[in-house]
């Protein structure tokens, strides 16, 4: 049974970037598609991008356009871990971030979550 | 984006009554080529992540208990809890993974009455 695993600070500085990593077992990243999706109690459950890795030769990523300009995926194979960077972070952008698996595919839906981690933004 | 819209945004249910919990897409989320449904449902307890109920807006995943289902009618979604238990008292939540981004409803509580 996969599990996943998010971890980083908890708090973080305006303008500052937000990074958290997301530590996978029980399945290996070099497969599936991998999401950061995060949930607010005014904006409710907001995707923020996936990365794909499949171990050789393709890597591929998608964010959400509303985030794009502010977002970074990627992944460590060596680790089994993937992570998200998010710059200039404001207020609005504390919440609490999830990993997730998706089923399969690219246009999928979310089958395994993390337990999730607080996030606030703050000085 | 695709906005999808739940309906209501709470209820109160007593055990062992049927509960029903509605999502509306802004727009198709349909595959003709195979005949899908792009949309799943969700439970969320408190300090839990969502948990998938139902993908391809029918199909309970493994484990899922049977009082659980999902329908469509038209551009409309529902997930029914046929006989509520206490168990079942949780934030539910529908999303839409046609296009991206994938986006998710609103959120319907669902409690005990």
């Not at chain 1, 502010?70 to 194979?77: F, G, K, L």
């Not at chain 1, 337990?115 to 606030?120: A, H, I, R, S």
């Not at chain 2, 695709?2 to 049927?18: A, C, H, K, N, Y």
């Not at chain 2, 989320?29 to 998938?52: E, R």
Request: hydrophobic fraction near 30%; aromatic fraction near 12%; charge should be neutral.
């Amino acid at each position: 049974q996969v599990q996943l695993q998010e971890s980083g600070p908890g708090l973080v500085k305006p303008s500052e970037t937000l990074s958290l990593t997301c530590t996978v077992s029980g399945g290996s990243i070099s497969s599936h598609y991998w999401s950061w999706i995060r949930q607010t109690p005014g904006k409710g459950l907001e995707w923020i991008g996936y990365m794909f890795y499949n171990g050789r030769d393709r890597e591929r990523v998608n964010y959400n356009p509303s985030l794009k300009s502010r977002v970074a995926i990627s992944a460590d194979t060596s680790k089994n871990q993937f992570s998200l960077k998010l710059s200039s972070v404001t207020a609005a952008d504390t919440a609490v971030y999830y990993c997730a698996r998706q089923a399969a595919g690219d246009y999928d839906y979310f089958q395994h979550w993390g337990q999730g981690t607080l996030v606030t933004v703050s000085s | 984006d695709i906005v999808m819209t739940q309906s209501p945004d709470s209820l109160s249910v007593s055990l062992g009554e049927r509960a029903t919990i509605n999502c509306q897409s802004s727009e198709s989320i349909f595959y003709s080529s195979n005949n899908k449904n792009y949309l799943a449902w969700y439970q969320q307890k408190p300090g839990q992540p969502p948990k998938l109920l139902i993908s391809w807006a029918s199909t309970r995943e493994f484990g899922v208990p049977d009082r659980f289902s999902g329908s469509v009618s038209g551009p409309d979604f529902t997930l029914t809890i046929s006989s509520l238990q206490p168990e079942d008292v949780a934030l539910y939540y529908c999303q839409q993974y046609f296009l991206s981004p994938p986006t998710f409803g609103g959120g319907t509580k669902v409690e005990i009455k």
